[in-house]
């Protein structure tokens, strides 16, 4: 990268010296992170900002912007700190916002401070040499804070704007999570010229016995197109997305409906309400959270971030002098049905990718298991496509039953299912007395099939007082379906799972003690009681992503 040199000595030595630290997922050098902020694509160049503590490896009582710019969001270089306290709106911390590109290709800032009473208001920054692409300076509007929490929202819980946009009436819009007592909302708000915002009375959403919404995004996405579309586009071809995290849960959902903007009430109208069951729609339905995306003009998509935090204890995260990284980006749309959100790992991390392992045509018998070799499991990407046997011969299950938590129990997983369970055996020890498990199981309800796809992590790691969850996710297959996709990304302490061609969406944090660095093993396995066939299995070795800092000179 031009003009900025690079020394990535300490980021290796901490690699080399800790088996959790990730090689090819984002991770700051050092200290606590956690939700991505404003992502952009600049003058050639990709911007991530972040939540960080400078001040240690746990959540900080002033936490600030750090930046890092990429040109491929592979690999990255760490910038001098980008937004930090030094005025009213903000003197006791910087919190999550977003970027919006306004007319003259200007990026803004709109992000949550923390003033002297310690109530979360609403802050602008912009660059201050908009014809720098690394944007290293950063200025705050004379006129901070622009927002403050209107009446129905405690000052307390009014916070992370969006990415903003331009409605037909040439207004700006942006909205805010917040709180008012035991109800969540999403506060919508409105601007002539980005800097006076006029609060809409109706919140744009609100969900009872949630507690505060944070981190809401709001953009559309084709109908009949992978591509990504800009935050302001509002016709026929597209539909809307309303993304909302809840910090009660640390569950990031969606809701997909139609935006109604040239009315008395402008209002968002999902075509399902959030009901707080499994039912509702998640980004992913592991260890993901407060996710950003933004619009990726370089290449005409929409991209993903999120963070994921660790589960380990705090002590631990002190010890090792770090805490939290970012998923890898993902580009994602609607699926043809309309009815979710498709996702898949941008693929420039392909690039990293080398040594490559393949499988074809294997069959796996009941109860069979085979270890994909020649590969470094601890950093792998390996996708494999499994032949399936007739479905009508699948399990039938009382509709009842249709619920993800209750399959996935200790129950439902001592049964020997027909089909499945089948899939990958990812950071195992030789003996497997360590491994988390990433698998499919068919079952027939009704008229209809359905996989239920599951991280188990109850026998991760043989550590003692941490995390050992079952993720779990149930998604409707095509009655015609001959074979199903699952993709793992395994890089060292956290695993990234891809179902049915990003149909649904696993991550996991996992701290395994013997399956480590060279001591790792990858297997594919069937515990079924029908044959499942290897059509296809590639794997390959991941090399470390660069991660250099900026040098000053």
Known sequence: MENITKDDASSNSINSEQPYRTWYHFQPPK??????????????????FYQYNPDGATFGKTMIWAHSVSKDLINWTHLNDAITPSCTGDIN???????????????AMLYTGINEKRHQVQNLAMPKDPSDPYLKEWEKHHQNPLMTAPSGVEECEFRDPSTAWKGKDGKWRVIIGAQNGDEGKVILCKSDDFVTWIVDPSPFLATQGTGVIECPDFFPVYINSENGVDTTMENSSVRHVLK???????????????????SEQEKFIPDEKYSGTWKDLRLDYGNFFASKSFFDYAKNRRIIWAWVEETDSRQDDIEKGWAGLQAIPRKFWLDKNGKQLMQWPIE?????????????????LSRSILEVKGITASQVDVEVLFELPDLQNAELLDPSDVDPQILSSEDYASRKGVIGPFGLQVLASKDQTEKTTI????????????CLMCS?????TLREG???KIYATIFDIDPNLKTISLRSLIDRSII??????????????????????KDAHLYVFNDGIQSVVISQLNAWSMKKAEFGVESLI
């Not at 698998?439 to 359905?450: E, N």
């Open 31 to 48: 200290n606590w992170m956690n939700d991505p902020n404003g992502p952009l694509y600049y003058k050639g160049v990709y911007h991530f």
């Open 93 to 107: 911390s910087c919190f999550s916002g977003s970027a919006t590109i306004l007319p003259g290709d200007i990026p």
């Open 244 to 262: 909302i995290s809840y910090q009660r849960t640390h569950i990031d959902y969606y809701l997909i409906g139609k935006y109604v903007s040239d």
């Open 348 to 364: 420039e991390l392909e690039k990293l990718r080398y040594n490559q392992i393949s499988i074809t045509g294997e069959t796996l």
């Open 439 to 450: 698998s499919f199981k068919i079952y027939r309800v009704l008229d209809r099939y359905i």
């Open 456 to 460: 188990d992590m109850s026998r991760s």
């Open 466 to 468: 941490l995390g050992k």
């Open 496 to 517: 990234e799972s891809f179902g049915d061609g990003g149909r649904a969406c696993i991550t996991s944090r996992v701290y395994p003690l013997l399956a480590i660095e």
